[in-house]
C-alpha cells in the first residue's frame, strides 16, 4: 500500500502529544498508514450515506462533523487527506472541500489519541524513543 500522507505532519503529531520523548521514524510511518486505512474506511461509509440521500457528493455531515474548523488549525495537509479519501470510493464521487476538512480533522484527532497513548506505552516500557511498535501495541490492545 502507498501511504499518501507526508510523514512530516504525523511526526509533529507524534511530538506534541510525545512530552520529552523522541520519535523514531518508524513510529511516524507507522501511524501515517493507520490514518490511511482509518480514512479511507471513514470515506467510504460517507459515500454510504451520500449514495443514500441521492448524492454524489461527500459532505461534512457525512462524516458526522456540523461546524468545520479552519485549514489554518490543522497539522494534516488537506491534499493528501482529499487522497485517501478517494481511495476505497470510485471515481464517481466528489469529495467537498468541507468534507475534506472534516475528514483531515477527524483523522488529527484519532491521531493524536493514538499518539498520546503510544507516548504512555513507550513511558511504560521505561525507553524514551516512540516507536513503531508502541503504535501496533495500541491497535493490538484498543481496537
Given amino acids: ?23 523514531s521514524a518508524d513510529a511516524s510511518k507507522e501511524l501515517a498508514k493507520r490514518i490511511q486505512e482509518h480514512g479511507a474506511e471513514l470515506a467510504a461509509d460517507a459515500a454510504e450515506r451520500a449514495t443514500e440521500d441521492g448524492r454524489k457528493t461527500l459532505m461534512a455531515e457525512d462524516f458526522g462533523v456540523e461546524l468545520v474548523v479552519d485549514t489554518d488549525d490543522l497539522e494534516l495537509p488537506v491534499a493528501p487527506v482529499d487522497r485517501i479519501a478517494r481511495i476505497d470510493i470510485d471515481g464517481r464521487y466528489r469529495v467537498s472541500m468541507e468534507a475534506r476538512v472534516a475528514l483531515a480533522d477527524i483523522l488529527e484527532d484519532y491521531a493524536d489519541n493514538v499518539a498520546r497513548a503510544a507516548a504512555t506505552l513507550a513511558r511504560h516500557a521505561d525507553r524514551r524513543t516512540i516507536k513503531a511498535e508502541d503504535i501496533e501495541t495500541y491497535f493490538s490492545l484498543f481496537e
Avoid: C, H, S, Y
Avoid at 502507498?2 to 512530516?8: R, T
Fill in 1 to 23: 500500500m502507498n501511504v499518501e500522507l507526508p510523514f512530516a505532519p504525523v511526526d509533529t503529531i507524534i511530538r506534541r502529544n510525545a512530552g520529552g520523548l523522541r520519535v
